[in-house]
Every structure is written in structure tokens, then in C-alpha cells.
């Protein structure tokens, strides 16, 4: 089975770790979570704008959600992609995806809703136009071609 990630800006390679495993000898899937938070960790960063609760304003996780397709073994390596999939006016959804380079599988599927928020307030606010200008220029931006061929 061939994957692209043609549509996926961000992509990130990450060995799995022998102690990530869980009594059943598999990847525990509370590590699929990790997965797409350091994908999306990388994505952030990559706005590089005010994110981070350093600033007035910023981003939380409104929500996150996981399809377990099949299940991930140590050793392995997978590609793990995030896109902005949605953008409405006090959100935005990531996507997310893992393939396992050892099956050669898709073997998750993700969505995470990310809102705006006021941490002096304590309350949501609307996607800043800032942030959708440099989303907009990410999800635009040149593909990976090495990933495409996985």
C-alpha cells in the first residue's frame, strides 16, 4: 500500500521506543496522542507567532480524536503528518496521520480543534487574522518530496 503526504506541510519521523510498548507487546495507543502533539508542537513552531502562553493570546485544545487503524510494533519508524484541514472563525482543525514505515500502513487517523484564547481573561477569542496569513502560507508552501515516496 503506497501513502503520500502530498496534502501534509509538516511531517516528522519518529522511532518507536521499546518501553512505549504495553503488556500486549504493541504501542500503547495513548502514544498515538503523543504523536500528533509533536507533529503539531513542530507545526507551531513553525508559525512562529503568539502560541504559547508566554503571550496575552494564544492556542488551546478544544478537543482531539483518534482512529486506531492498525496497530504500531517496536521497532519501527513512522511518518506522522498534520495539516490544517478547517479554519473557521474561533477555530481551526489539524488532521493528523500516521503511516508505519515497517507495514507500509496507514495505521492512524486524527483531528484535533484548536481555539483561540485570552489567558488574561481566561476566555476563547476569534482565530487572530495573523495566525490564518501564516497557516495559509504553510499549507501553501513546498511539499517534502522525500515523504511523497513512502
Not at 25 to 31: E, K, Q
Not at 83 to 102: A, H, N
Amino acid at each position: 500500500m503506497k501513502t503520500t503526504y502530498s496534502d501534509f506541510r509538516v511531517v516528522s519521523e519518529m522511532s518507536l521506543q521499546w518501553g512505549d510498548m504495553d503488556a500486549l507487546g504493541h504501542i500503547n495507543n495513548i502514544y498515538f496522542y503523543r504523536y500528533f502533539e509533536n507533529v503539531r508542537v513542530i507545526y507551531f513552531d513553525r508559525m512562529k507567532t503568539q502560541m504559547s502562553p508566554s503571550n496575552t493570546t494564544g492556542a488551546i485544545i478544544a478537543s482531539s480524536s483518534c482512529k486506531y487503524i492498525r496497530p504500531l510494533f517496536y521497532p519501527d519508524t513512522i511518518l506522522v503528518g498534520v495539516k490544517v484541514s478547517e479554519m473557521l472563525s474561533d477555530r481551526f482543525i489539524m488532521s493528523y496521520k500516521i503511516f508505519s514505515q515497517t507495514q507500509n500502513r496507514t495505521c492512524a487517523i486524527g483531528d484535533t480543534a484548536v481555539v483561540g484564547y485570552d489567558f488574561e481573561s481566561k476566555k476563547k477569542i476569534e482565530i487572530q487574522d495573523q495566525w490564518v496569513q501564516i497557516i495559509n502560507q504553510i499549507e501553501q508552501g513546498p511539499v517534502d518530496e522525500r515523504l511523497n515516496n513512502s
